[in-house]
């Protein structure tokens, strides 16, 4: 476990090391204000449902950009090696990684706090929804790092990694606007899978257990996919 | 404890239909330092990927220090430190919190893990760079980081992959002269395709080729198998001269052979193996002088261990791992002897080193004395 937090600890630090963290972060602020502030006047409603929406999309392309590097990049630069031949688990280097994008992603979450704060400053605010909501996007996002994880360790290329991440994550959002477009005898598993189906209801206030299964059962895909990937190394 | 540090038993690697590695088994004993020696994709990196558990191989196994790769991985490799090749470092850290990192991975807290990063500091000599980034250092820096970063555990083994390559003399010295420290109380694998590095360094030598180990000698065998010193002569000559030259070599008592190395231009370069242990130079100045040849280089050159390496290297190469490079190089061979032998008067060079050993074999049947 300790090595776990040590790896975890190192990849958050590497983030703020570089430009990476800022210019994530600055382009997700500056999308993110955008989309939301164009709109929410027109609305003249004091909710935070749209930040949530948008939010939700934007992380689409962003939880990709910010973990196609996690094993990606230290395949290409042969750290990998120094790393996997420490007395450490590969389950460890996996779990550890992902805590480390995990907290990136958390201080992303945190930089949209002002954005409830301002809208309950304009009127009445729910804060139950707001609450539902950061969980669910919180758990959303844990999905996609974990996908962006997957996809990562399938190259050492990042650009590839960042294409596959949003390639999946795409599709899965997809399926909520597309759904009425699919045939009706298998819309039932199409809407199951989608991001939306299950975010929905979390940003209407409803935290459903099954729907924190569907988010937690692709986190647990996404990692042991890319723990048997970083495995198979060893065979090839 | 046992005396064995690494029992390497038909070790094999198969990438789809290459073999990487062909049924390896050595041996090393605590305390030697063994030099891994090998033209580049022979196989020395995949060995010491193997031993450090990075990959597995396809078929055989190894003890390090008693225990098997298969049955506890993590002990094999805290029983290593190791450096891998091109030394991969986490470039955007500074040293002191990058081997803080590599001591809170080998599991060492607080105020243990600040005597240990200070004794390795202190024993790479890092001190001076400790709080910059490891991405603003220059090769010769990162190295010794790549190095403290193996040592702070203190570990029996050490396996470094070319820890010298890319350096320049002066770094390269002075991270030798680091390594024959640290082979003073530790097992240290190294590998490298310089041959001097061997010979200074290591208490032992294994070479591999296409996957396959082709001798495992001391140093000092290894010398006896290159043969006696060689006397590197140069004149300026062109022409009939060259012939005179050649003449006059060969005429000298107590030269057993003379071959011409050089690549061309107005200067010939040509290599004399003595019959017995004498030293050749002065009776090739005073036989220059007497035939008024224009002698403007003389020089006795150490062992030729090239040759042996070329020799255990490029012989006998099995066909399912020969690579395109050597296929070629086999091909070009031939054809430039059969164009020497068919001109056999001129005095014909190659332009390319690795030409050399088709020319040099066609001179020496030329003019064996």
Known sequence: MSNTSTIAGRQFRSYFNGAAAYIVISIVMLALGILFWKTFFLYGKSTTREMFRWLSLILVFAAPAISMGLLAEEKRTGTIELLITMPVKDSEVILGKYIGVMGLYVVLLLLTLPYPFSVSSLGHLDWGTVISGYVGLFLWGGAMLAIGLMASSFTDNQLVAFFIGLAINFSLWLIGPMLQLLPAEFASIFQWLSFDFHFERMQRGVIAVRDVIYFLSIVAIGLSVAFRSLESRRWS | ?369
């Not at chain 2, 990162?142 to 002066?170: F, K, M, T, Y």
């Not at chain 2, 590197?232 to 009939?240: H, L, M």
């Not at chain 2, 006795?300 to 296929?327: C, H, I």
């Open chain 2, 1 to 369: 404890m046992t005396e064995v540090m690494i029992e390497a038993r038909h070790l094999t690697k198969r990438y789809g239909d290459v073999k990487a590695l062909d049924d390896v088994s050595f041996e090393v004993k605590k305390g030697e330092v063994l030099g891994f020696l090998g033209p580049n994709g022979a196989g020395k990196t995949t060995t010491m990927k193997i031993l450090t558990c990075f990959i597995a191989p396809t078929q055989g196994t190894a003890k390090v220090n008693g225990v098997d790769i298969f049955e506890d991985s993590l002990a094999v490799r805290s029983a290593i430190g190791y450096l891998p090749e091109s030394t991969p470092l986490y470039t955007e850290m500074m040293v002191t919190e990058y081997l803080d990192f590599v001591a809170r991975m080998r599991g060492f807290r607080g105020e243990d893990a600040r005597k240990r990063i200070a004794k390795v500091v202190d024993q790479t000599a890092l001190g001076a760079v400790f709080g910059k980034e490891i991405r603003a250092l220059s090769k010769g820096y990162r190295q010794r980081v790549g190095i403290a970063q193996a040592l702070i555990h203190e570990p029996p083994l050490l396996i470094l992959d070319e820890p010298l390559s890319g350096l320049d003399p002066n770094q390269a010295a002075e991270v030798r002269q680091l390594i024959t420290h640290l082979g003073k109380e530790r097992t240290v694998i190294l590998s490298t395709h310089n041959l001097a590095e061997v010979q200074t360094t290591c208490s032992r030598v294994l070479i591999i080729a296409n996957g396959k180990l082709v001798a495992d000698d001391t140093p000092e065998e290894l010398r006896d198998r290159a043969g006696k010193p060689r006397v590197i002569a140069t004149f300026v000559a062109e022409g009939a001269e060259l012939e005179k030259v050649r003449k006059v070599l060969a005429g000298i008592p107590g030269v057993a052979e003379v071959k011409r190395i050089d690549g061309g231009g107005t200067e010939a370069e040509y290599a004399l193996t003595a019959r017995g242990s004498d030293d050749l130079r002065p009776m090739v100045f005073r036989a220059a002088a007497k035939n008024e040849l224009n002698l403007v280089g003389l020089e006795q050159r150490g062992e030729n261990l090239e040759d042996v390496f070329r020799d255990l290297t490029m012989a006998d190469a099995p066909e399912t791992a020969k690579k395109t490079t050597s296929d070629e190089k086999k091909s070009s061979e031939p054809e430039k002897q059969k164009t020497s032998d068919a001109a056999p008067a001129k005095d014909t060079t190659s332009d390319t080193e690795d030409e050399k050993p088709a020319d040099a074999d066609k001179s020496d049947d030329e003019s064996a004395a």
